[in-house]
């Protein structure tokens, strides 16, 4: 047996290639996981282009230098194991290679999972390094994998940044602005942003995707990019950036002097990123969803925090399930060649607000 895996340019994130190898052997301690299928999103783009900034390339190392493995998530099967905790055949949601098969090497084992071990992993973020048992996942329900593979991790975000900006007052600001309204990052954001009374929230899109995200519903204004100007310029507002487009950014710093707060989230707009550099107003800010994870398990616990999140994920997928708002189209490509083809697209910037891409390379 072999793995293939698909590889992309540091420097270039559009180029990508499939490599394919002999399967390592394993060492004691380690078990093998078939990747079945994995979501593919404009949030794995923006995992390539703060790959090193953020170590996302660090998580599954590529064997040649200058390329690199996106992260993605989804789910797989143990197909061999040499540790006496796993079973073969056991199921698995959590962050893979794009490739056809992974090496983990279990550590602090639970009922609901483990965490993978691996020396190369230890520093990076522990959200990242579990791996849960789908018989044990709250989450987790059979009919709804396609969902979980492409929502579930975006969701967390979404819940963390509303959640972050709450915890903040919001700044002082009652409009928030959020860019690349269409991603579905975004959209759960502004799902969420709802639910807070007073909150006004502005989608920013591409004249392409206004009237798409007008049928969401969650937003009470959608702009295209170059309607920004139809926003009063003393508006109270704090930025949510999804797109990390460098132009729009600077645009929306110098229109508003009353910008309270400008929290840079994404890169959907690849070929546009660039650097803060000197603007008026608040500093650009990352947000790393792991931190303010961390300091609600703080406040209130792990098992808390996780209840909470668990909650809300069931009502948002409840929510987009509805018949009546069929506005995620699924579309699976099961073979290597297919997957390599949709990144391709997406990381062009050829993307379909309403697609969510299954993928598999095998």
Known sequence: MGTTTLLVRKDRLSEARLAAAQDA??????????????????????????GEAMHYWQFFPAPEEGWGIVPVWGFGTVVQSLHPG????????????MASSAILQPQRLTERGFRDGAPHRAELHGIYNAYLRTNRDPYYTPDSEEAQALLRPLFTTSWLIDDFLADNQFFGAD???LSSASSKTAYGTAFQLQQRPGIRRIGLTSAANKAFCESLGCYDRVLAYEELDQLDAGTSCVYVDFA????????????????RYSCAVGGTHVTQ????????GPRPTLFFAPAQAKRRSQDWGAA?????????????????????????????????DAALQTYQRLAAGDTQPASGHILSVR
Do not use: C, S
């Open 273 to 280: 990123l660039g650097g803060a550099g000197h603007l008026p």
């Open 25 to 50: 052997p394993l060492a004691p301690g380690q078990v093998r996981v078939r990747v079945d299928a994995f979501a593919l999103t404009a949030n794995n783009v923006t995992y390539a282009a703060f």
């Open 244 to 259: 990390g487009n460098a132009a729009f950014r600077a645009a929306v710093h110098q229109r508003f002097a009353n910008l």
């Open 175 to 177: 409009t928030v602005l």
């Open 86 to 97: 796993v079973a073969v055949g056991e199921r698995l949601y959590g962050y893979w290679p």
């Open 304 to 336: 808390e925090l996780d209840q909470r999140l668990v909650d809300a994920w069931h009502a948002f997928r409840t929510h987009v399930a509805d018949p009546a708002r069929p506005w995620l189209r699924v579309e699976r490509h099961p073979n290597a």
